[in-house]
């Protein structure tokens, strides 16, 4: 459903003003977080990783890239053990989609390094809060870039000033 906004149409009491015809379309569905933001009193959950794994194969499939394999897909509570390496596999195809988005390199962990096999970096609450950062900034990316040849212009999902649209068309 799209609502078509006349030009001067305000769009908030407090006097956003349009100075042309523009499109809302309705949102698509947003990434929402187990235990956001997970703090080190949060124990690391299958839900969380299965989460964070679901939003990169939506972007994954979306960007046109080929699915991601996984190690032990899906994680399951309580059988199946939270390792480095479903971090490490995490970031990498996270940088796949910045990569192929023509972004750069992902930031650095917030601790410095990633988590290790070998226990001498354990997982922290920080490398999950990194993992959706950088999910989050990619969809953030993503919102704002115009669709190549067109006129469209995009908005973050949620921070939209009438309340969450996904993209806003001009048709002026």
């Known amino acids: 459903m799209s609502v078509v906004l006349s030009r ?3 769009l908030l009491d407090g006097g956003i003003v349009l100075s042309s015809h523009i499109c809302f379309d309705a949102p698509l569905a947003s990434d929402v977080w187990t235990d ?9 959950k299958a839900v969380q990783v299965n989460e964070l794994r679901h939003a990169v194969d939506l972007r994954r499939q979306k960007a046109g890239l ?10 399951i509570a309580r059988y199946t053990v939270i390792r480095a ?3 490490l596999e995490l970031r990498n195809s996270i940088q796949e989609l910045w990569h192929s988005d ?3 390199d992902l930031p650095d ?6 988590p290790s096999a070998d226990g001498r970096r354990p997982i922290l609450a920080s490398d999950m809060n990194d993992l959706r950062r950088w999910i989050d900034a990619l969809s ?9 040849g067109s006129s469209e212009l995009s908005m973050p999902s ?3 000033p009438i309340g969450g649209a996904e993209h806003v068309s001009s048709l002026a």
């Open 8 to 10: 001067g149409s305000n």
């Open 36 to 44: 956001d933001p997970v703090t080190s009193e949060t124990p690391i």
């Open 66 to 75: 080929e699915p991601f394999r996984w190690t032990d897909d899906p994680i």
């Open 85 to 87: 390496i479903h971090f």
């Open 102 to 104: 023509g972004e750069g």
């Open 109 to 114: 962990w917030t601790v410095g390094s990633p």
């Open 140 to 148: 953030l990316m993503r919102s704002y870039q115009a669709a190549p």
């Open 158 to 160: 949620g921070r939209h």
